[in-house]
């Protein structure tokens, strides 16, 4: 009992602090399958506008009042990024290709939403909540290849939705989720920088279009 009663206490107080998502970076078994294998050597950049540690995040109500809070999650959005892309690039392109295409992708944005979908009274009521959770990525493009450049920015996302009950014990106020929160944020997360690669694969499709239309 008393050991319980010190783990309520450590919730209660790291409710407070900065939360801190573990990092999720491996390419998907859906991109992987998505994304074609190309004899083309790929000279890409990769830049991240948004460095390892505070995380973009808004909470929305149900009626739609917004509560902005960018130093509570901490995550590695670069090293995520990074490392989820150079293994797109790695494994999808040729290397020892002759033919080779120059590609800067730049990560402008990684960001969380939570939006309620119960009701501050109806939450104080029965001490249930439901909310579904986003994970946000804007990715801009440029792309050389065979001496034409083509540039593109896209937004994808990624999202899911999680019940809560608060309890008590004694004095003490805790919640019980469906889902680890911070599991399913950073699951999203690491969903969202994959599907911003799918879109990208996309993009490269209209790019190998044009070039095998302008060489007939």
Same mark, same amino acid.
């Given at each position: 009992?008393?050991?319980?009663?010190?783990?309520?206490?450590?919730?209660?107080?790291?409710?407070?602090?900065?939360?801190?998502?573990?990092?999720?970076?491996?390419?998907?078994?859906?991109?992987?399958?998505?994304?074609?294998?190309?004899?083309?050597?790929?000279?890409? /950049?990769?830049?991240?506008?948004?460095?390892?540690?505070?995380?973009?995040?808004?909470?929305?109500?149900?009626?739609? /009042?917004?509560?902005?809070?960018?130093?509570?999650?901490?995550?590695?959005?670069?090293?995520?990024?990074?490392?989820?892309?150079?293994?797109?690039?790695?494994?999808?392109?040729?290397?020892?290709?002759?033919?080779?295409?120059?590609?800067?992708?730049?990560?402008?944005?990684?960001?969380?939403?939570?939006?309620?979908?119960?009701?501050?009274?109806?939450?104080?009521?029965?001490?249930?909540?439901?909310?579904?959770?986003?994970?946000?990525?804007?990715?801009?493009?440029?792309?050389?290849?065979?001496?034409?450049?083509?540039?593109?920015?896209?937004?994808?996302?990624?999202?899911?939705?999680?019940?809560?009950?608060?309890?008590?014990?004694?004095?003490?106020?805790?919640?019980?989720?469906?889902?680890?929160?911070?599991?399913?944020?950073?699951?999203?997360?690491?969903?969202?920088?994959?599907?911003?690669?799918?879109?990208?694969?996309?993009?490269?499709?209209?790019?190998?279009?044009?070039?095998?239309?302008?060489?007939?």
């Amino acid at each position: 009992m008393k050991h319980f009663l010190i783990l309520l206490a450590c919730l209660v107080t790291l409710s407070s602090c900065s939360v801190t998502i573990p990092l999720q970076s491996n390419l998907s078994d859906q991109t992987m399958l998505l994304a074609e294998n190309k004899n083309i050597k790929a000279n890409y /950049t990769l830049v991240s506008k948004v460095p390892d540690g505070y995380l973009p995040y808004v909470a929305v109500q149900k009626n739609g /009042t917004e509560t902005p809070n960018n130093s509570f999650y901490i995550y590695a959005s670069e090293t995520a990024f990074k490392k989820i892309w150079s293994s797109y690039f790695s494994g999808k392109f040729n290397n020892y290709s002759k033919d080779q295409m120059d590609i800067a992708v730049t990560l402008k944005e990684l960001k969380l939403r939570e939006q309620a979908a119960t009701s501050v009274g109806m939450t104080m009521l029965t001490g249930n909540s439901t909310v579904n959770v986003e994970a946000a990525v804007t990715v801009h493009v440029i792309v050389d290849y065979h001496s034409k450049r083509y540039e593109n920015q896209f937004e994808v996302t990624a999202s899911d939705y999680n019940e809560s009950q608060q309890m008590a014990y004694g004095t003490y106020n805790y919640t019980v989720n469906q889902t680890n929160p911070t599991q399913q944020k950073s699951k999203l997360l690491e969903s969202s920088l994959n599907k911003s690669i799918i879109q990208f694969e996309n993009f490269l499709r209209s790019i190998m279009l044009i070039d095998k239309e302008g060489k007939q």
